[in-house]
């Protein structure tokens, strides 16, 4: 049986039988990794937005420019009072997570030398 005799049988598949892999767009802009939780959208020849799983395993959403410039984030990355561009050398990422000494939340920047910074905690 050719693909055009199985696409003329199923008239449309249900979501919840869609469990893994890849699912693209007949003109390839969008495209679904069901395994990776990432859907992707490109201009025919690169990637234009992200959303879900980033190339260093954060979640969030990205929107880059015609040139691939990243132009949108899904972290807030700064420098000491300043908001500044993703992958400058003073950019950082601001994050909550748990002092393990006390237990109690904190707000951190995590900065690209590897050096954290403690903002904020609760008392």
Request: glycine share 12%; hydrophobic share 35%.
């Amino acid at each position: 049986m050719s693909q055009d005799d199985v696409d003329s049988l199923i008239e449309g598949v249900s979501g919840s039988k869609i469990t893994s892999g890849i699912s693209r767009s007949k003109d390839g802009l969008l495209r679904i990794d069901w395994d990776k939780g990432t859907i992707e959208i490109s201009d025919g020849a690169k990637e234009i937005m992200r959303l879900g799983k980033m190339d260093d395993g954060t979640r969030g959403f990205k929107l880059l420019d015609s040139k691939g410039n990243q132009i949108s984030v899904s972290m807030i990355e700064l420098k000491m009072g300043t908001t500044v561009l993703p992958g400058q050398s003073n950019a950082g990422r601001l994050f909550i997570d748990r002092n393990p000494n006390n237990g109690k939340n904190r707000l951190r920047v995590q900065f690209s030398t590897g050096d954290p910074l403690t903002i904020a905690s609760q008392l």
